[in-house]
């Protein structure tokens, strides 16, 4: 099993940044897939970005691409998420996941193995 815990989260003016980090425990995250959602009041949650077990694959939501950038740190056990170029329809719980598919499957999956607490992220005008 592996425990996900994400930090960073905050208020940010639109068009700043935000660096999002999940930290794995329990076993090693090297093993999985790892990706972000995020989930808005009142919405379903949606896929941002996932990331393969060595980190060459990355893949990402239309509504992100160019401006987050999703990477890992097998060492560290940990995943990041930067994110540039803030909008305000960015305002989400942000959540991390690690998965046994591959990487290219999270974004489909109706369920991913494990799933942190998740970290707010607001944006105003």
């Known amino acids: 099993q592996v425990q996900l815990v994400e930090s960073g989260g905050g208020w940010v003016q639109a068009g700043g940044s935000l660096r999002l980090s999940c930290a794995g425990s329990?076993?090693?995250?090297?093993?999985?897939?790892l990706g972000w959602f995020r989930q808005a009041i009142g919405e379903e949650r949606e896929f941002v970005a996932a990331i393969s077990r060595g980190g060459g694959t990355t893949t990402y939501a239309d509504s992100v691409k160019g401006r987050f950038t999703i990477s890992r740190d097998n060492a560290k056990n940990t995943m990041y998420l930067q994110m540039n170029s803030l909008k305000p329809e960015d305002t989400a719980v942000y959540y991390c996941a690690a998965d046994s598919a591959a990487s290219t499957q999270l974004a489909i999956k109706k369920t991913l193995n494990y799933w942190g607490q998740g970290t707010q992220v607001t944006v105003s005008s």
């Open positions: 329990g076993r090693a995250i090297s093993t999985y897939a």
